[in-house]
C-alpha cells in the first residue's frame, strides 16, 4: 500500500517552456500532497503544500507564478513549471499524505527536469 | 531555531559492520520523527515513524530509537544493498503538518 507514482521520471526542454509533472496516489486518497525539490547530494526541499481543493501554500522564496500546483482530486496533483529556464533544472519529488489521522509521507520516485 | 542535523555526513562499512546513524534536532513540540531511505535517482523510501521519547521500531536489519533530543538508526550486520542514503525528518508544533529534513547520510556498504 501508500504507492505514488510521477510522471514523467525525466523530461528534457528547451529554455522557455512549460512542463507539467503529474502526481498520483495509486492504492489511497491524498488530502495533502507536497512537493521538494533536490539538488545533487543535498537534503529534500519542501516547495509548497497543497490540499484537495484549495489553493497551494508556498514555502518562502518559491515563486508561485513560475511554479503552478493544481490539486484537482484526492488522488492527482500537477506541478506546472512555467517558462523554464536552465536554473530550474533539478530533481522534483512529491509526497502524499493520507490524512488527518496519518503523519507519514509517502514518496514518488522523482522527475528530473533538464533544461537546456 | 528550529533545526535538524545528522551525522556522520559519509559512512563506509564492512559487510557485517555494525554501526548507527544519528539524528539531531532543536524543535519546539516534537509531532513526529521520521526516517526514510532514499537510493540514487529516487524518491524516498518510508523506514519508521517514532513519536516518544524512548519508543523503538524495528525493520529486519534496522532498528530506530528515539530520546528528547535525538534518535538513532542502529544498522546490524548490514549488507551491500542497504548502501543508500539515510534521512531523517522532523514533524513539529511550528510546521503543521510539514516536514523539516535533515540532511542525510550517505551510508556505503562494502562487500
Known amino acids: 500500500g501508500a504507492v505514488v507514482s510521477q510522471h514523467p521520471s525525466w523530461v528534457i526542454c528547451k529554455s522557455g517552456t512549460s512542463v507539467k509533472i503529474e502526481c498520483r496516489s495509486l492504492d489511497f486518497q491524498a488530502t495533502t500532497m507536497f512537493w521538494y525539490r533536490q539538488f545533487p547530494k543535498q537534503s529534500l526541499m519542501l516547495m509548497a503544500t497543497s490540499n484537495e481543493g484549495s489553493k497551494a501554500t508556498y514555502e518562502q522564496g518559491v515563486e508561485k507564478d513560475k511554479f503552478l500546483i493544481n490539486h484537482a482530486s484526492l488522488t492527482l496533483s500537477t506541478l506546472t513549471v512555467t517558462s523554464a529556464h536552465p536554473e530550474d533544472s533539478s530533481f522534483y519529488i512529491c509526497?502524499?499524505?493520507?490524512?488527518?489521522?496519518?503523519?507519514?509521507?509517502?514518496f514518488g520516485p522523482g522527475t528530473r527536469l533538464t533544461v537546456l | 531555531e528550529d533545526q535538524v542535523t545528522q551525522s556522520p555526513e559519509a559512512l563506509r562499512l564492512q559487510e557485517g559492520e555494525s554501526s548507527s546513524l544519528n539524528c539531531s534536532y532543536t524543535?519546539?513540540?516534537?509531532?513526529?520523527l521520521f526516517w526514510y531511505r532514499q537510493d540514487p535517482g529516487k524518491g524516498p523510501e518510508f523506514l519508521f515513524t517514532?513519536?516518544?521519547a524512548g519508543e523503538e521500531k524495528e525493520k529486519e536489519r534496522l532498528k530506530a530509537t528515539l530520546t528528547k533530543k535525538e534518535s538513532f538508526l542502529h544498522i546490524t550486520a548490514p549488507k551491500p544493498e542497504d548502501s543508500a542514503t539515510y534521512l531523517c525528518a522532523v514533524q513539529a508544533m511550528n510546521y503543521g503538518q510539514n516536514f523539516v529534513f535533515g540532511p542525510g547520510t550517505r551510508l556505503s556498504v562494502l562487500p
Open positions: 517514532l513519536y516518544s
Open positions: 524543535v519546539s513540540g516534537l509531532r513526529g
Open positions: 509526497s502524499a499524505r493520507a490524512g488527518a489521522s496519518y503523519n507519514e509521507q509517502f
